[in-house]
């Protein structure tokens, strides 16, 4: 499995990383989970399907951060990656804190895979 990253994800990690110093230790965690189970699981993950594209979407809601002490999961950091099934590939599009904003760029989305 490879990962690559969009730009805007970049920009988004290095604002989180000001807030959140163990942000990059908690995704290669996450890098872990996915590389065994990269598919959609509910109740942590599910499916973007309301953008009508072909490439699978999926936003990540429960991510373990270290710097947010005694919260487990329940963090309220997002992650939107899209997974291409064929190439063993996961680009990372967005992550965000739930209190910066409500959902995911769907623009940003449609913009790359649309």
């Known amino acids: 499995m490879t990962f690559d990253e969009l730009d805007e994800f970049r920009r988004d990690l290095k604002q989180l990383l000001k ?15 996915l590389k065994v189970e990269p598919n959609e699981r509910p109740p942590f993950s599910f499916r973007i399907d309301s953008l009508g594209i072909e490439t699978c979407v999926i936003k990540v809601k429960k991510i373990a ?50």
């Open 65 to 114: 951060c270290k710097s947010l002490k005694g919260r487990g999961v329940n963090s309220g950091l997002r992650l939107v990656y899209a997974w291409f099934e064929t190439e063993a590939r996961i680009v990372f599009v967005e992550l965000y804190h739930k209190s910066d904003q409500e959902n995911e760029d769907r623009e940003r989305i449609l913009r790359y895979f649309g």
């Open 19 to 33: 807030r959140y110093q163990s942000l990059h230790d908690d995704l290669a965690v996450v890098r872990k989970v």
